[in-house]
């Protein structure tokens, strides 16, 4: 059972920058694809960035290129380099995982097996 453990996560002034890590408990092979969601209160999960098993990365539009995500070489921990925050990226942030390649399906959470307990992020203006 693999087990993602979310950290890095606080509180921050709008134009702040915060890196959210995520450890899986076990190995993930490089033939996994990796992801970081969001749930604002009251709004649904949605899906932020992923890098799939071929390294290819997938991104939200309202990412607008400020949170570049990325996995270190022995494929356990994933991070969310997070810059330029906006009161509206309040929300916790979850990790998730998924054995094998997922493709167009990178951002929807039903690609996903895995899932951390999530690391609250708030931004204030």
């Known amino acids: 059972q693999v087990q993602l453990v979310e950290s890095g996560g606080g509180s921050v002034q709008a134009g702040g920058s915060l890196r959210l890590s995520c450890a899986a408990s076990?190995?993930?092979?490089?033939?996994?694809?990796r992801a970081w969601f969001r749930q604002a209160p009251g709004k649904e999960r949605e899906g932020v960035a992923a890098v799939d098993s071929d390294g290819s990365t997938t991104y939200a539009d309202f990412v607008e290129g400020r949170f570049p995500i990325s996995k270190d070489s022995a494929l356990n921990t994933l991070y969310l380099e997070m810059s330029s925050l906006k009161a509206e990226d309040t929300a916790v942030y979850y990790c998730?995982?998924?054995?094998?390649?997922?493709?167009?399906?990178?951002?929807?959470?039903?690609?996903?097996?895995?899932w951390g307990q999530g690391t609250q992020v708030t931004v204030s203006s």
């Open positions: 998730a995982a998924q054995e094998g390649r997922l493709g167009w399906r990178r951002l929807m959470e039903s690609g996903y097996a895995y």
């Open positions: 076990v190995y993930l092979s490089g033939n996994s694809c």
